[in-house]
């Protein structure tokens, strides 16, 4: 396209045979309990018919909120969507049907789609030993799809996913990615044939997607190809090791599905070289080099809203990419005490997740040996252009999806996705576009590969029953949203207080009560805290 100049000559490509060890992190199965069977008093339903009752909507589709309405549903499906009244004045009484299993009375009260969090791990030893840990955060912070990229493994995440969907156990509903190779007990393959024949492989085993890394040129095209044949969907974290040659337009001109996180826009857009200028005494087998570096790539690059900036958006615009920016888990680097002393991590994150994130040389993402003020400006910097990236592609039509890839860097399960929403909204979306990310854009993106209608992501009859019912308006006030609701004046007691938090979570037409899957998690808390008190 006209001034677009990202795409650099194969032969100066930067060819770097492993990328650094914590750039592929794996959560791993044989490290991971798998969730326990749901008890009885785990979640109510499904019921033969569920009415929510007089609550305001918000479907998903980016419209305004509505009501009052009460939702009819049936089984596992919302079977309609009904006026409940006229705005201002009492709810109509009578209204249809009226002989229901469970009632639930959401007057004053917001209902919106199951949440889709489009980047998950599930957690695995030293940080959560139990999947049931990362799964009860979720569903309590209104999360009831993920896609994990990976959850763990293939074999634990397969036999976890038909669990979750028979509703055996307490957990979202569960898309498997797997990386290239995991599972089928071969060596990684590095020719094209053989990229191809893990592909064939993984869709005969339950595996519903492909999360890549930035591969040679000839094995990306064969892996994508393949994928899109078989109906495979595809994510790709375009890791600094292999990003000078497999940048993020590239990947999507071989058919890329989604870009996560920022790597390789920038590179895709730097203005006077065709890698990165990284200092002499670069070693990105250092994360505090690794993370610390990227951040200033931020006025390396074209210019948002030049010539080139356009011709790059509108080029994936084009080809269909989505962007799943992940905003969240690099969020501490500009602010690192904020996450560090996060009001939740007291009740909610376990002892050996908080070690995890602390300083250390081995942990993934635990980069903090000496992080200064400089790194935290370079962050802030780069932030500004990557909201305008992210931001700039949603108002020409592009989709931009909901992550969090929590269990890293001081972000813990659900809480880090709810911070994901409020770093949307700084970065220029209206909170109507904010939950249409986090709602039917993430359903459209996994439904599409199969070429499949949505099941989810959107309040309409004849899709899945899986809702978010809230006390307080999330449009008016995110942190509303994290378990541990939001801190206001209490004008009757002149006392600071906090409001909010989910209060019920459905997913298949089950209804949880997400204050009781927040106490279930502050107990696995308190008995690790208590454990390593007595050891």
């Known amino acids: 396209m006209r001034g677009f100049r990202c795409l650099a000559p194969l032969a100066l490509a930067v060819v770097v045979l492993s990328p650094p060890p914590g750039a592929f992190a794996q959560d791993r199965g044989d490290q991971l309990k798998p969730a326990p069977n749901r008890r009885p008093d785990e979640g109510k339903g499904p ?46 009484p009578g209204r249809n049907p009226k002989n229901a299993d469970l009632e639930i009375d959401a007057a004053g009260q917001y209902i919106l789609p199951g949440f889709v969090d489009m980047h998950v791990h599930a957690g695995a030893k030293p940080k959560n030993e139990e999947a049931e840990y990362a799964y009860k955060l979720w569903l309590a912070h209104g999360v009831t799809t993920v896609r994990g990229v990976p959850l763990s493994d293939p074999e634990f995440t397969i036999k976890e996913k038909e669990r979750s969907a028979r509703n055996e156990i307490v957990a979202p509903r569960i898309y498997n990615y797997q990386r290239l190779g995991q599972g089928w007990g071969k060596p990684t393959p590095d020719t094209p044939e053989g990229a191809r024949e893990y592909v064939r492989w993984a869709a005969e085993n339950g595996i519903d997607g492909l999360k ?73 087998n250092d994360e505090y080099m690794r993370f610390g570096q990227v951040a200033r790539l931020w006025d390396k690059i074209y210019p948002p809203g030049s010539p080139e900036w356009k011709a790059y958006l509108e080029e994936h615009l084009k080809l269909g990419t989505t962007f799943d920016p992940t905003l969240t888990i690099y969020s501490a680097g500009r602010d690192l005490m904020k996450f560090r002393y996060a009001p939740w991590h007291e009740k909610y994150t376990l002892p050996s997740l908080m070690a995890f994130y602390e300083p250390s040389r081995t942990n993934h993402g635990a980069y903090w040996y000496d992080w200064t003020t400089e790194d935290e400006v370079a962050w802030r910097n780069f932030y500004q252009v990557w909201f305008r990236l992210m931001n700039d592609y949603k108002k020409m039509g592009g989709r931009v999806t909901t992550g969090s890839d929590s269990g890293y860097i001081y972000q813990t399960y659900g809480f880090g996705y709810i911070n994901e929403f ?85 997913k298949d037409g089950i209804v949880y009560d997400a204050k009781k899957l927040l106490a279930d998690v502050a107990a696995m808390v308190e008995k690790q805290k208590k454990g390593k008190a007595a050891s």
């Open 212 to 284: 890549l890394g930035s591969h040679r040129p000839e094995i990306m095209a064969a892996l994508l190809d393949e994928a899109k044949k078989l109906g495979l969907g595809s994510t790709a974290h375009l890791d600094q090791g292999g990003v000078a040659q497999m940048n993020a337009i590239k990947a999507a001109r071989l058919g890329l599905g989604t870009v996560t996180h920022f790597y390789g826009h920038f590179e895709s857009l730097l203005k006077d070289y065709v890698v990165q200028p990284y200092p002499v005494g670069q070693n990105s």
């Open 422 to 506: 409020e770093m949307l909204q700084e970065a220029g979306f209206h909170p109507l576009e904010v939950i249409q990310s986090a709602t039917m854009n993430g359903a459209l993106t996994l439904s599409e590969p199969k070429k499949k209608p949505i099941e989810f992501g959107v309040v309409r009859a004849g899709l899945l029953a899986d809702l978010v019912i809230v006390p307080e308006n999330p449009l008016q006030n995110f942190k509303t949203l994290y378990g541990i609701g939001a801190l206001y004046l209490n004008e009757k007691t002149n006392k600071e207080d906090w409001k909010g938090g989910v209060r019920y979570t459905i």
């Open 47 to 92: 019921f033969k018919t569920l009415v929510i009752r007089g609550g305001m909507l918000i479907d998903g589709t980016g419209g305004p909120p509505r009501g009052p309405v009460d939702i009819v549903i049936e089984g596992n499906r919302i079977a309609s969507v009904r006026p409940a009244g006229t705005p201002g004045l009492p709810l109509s």
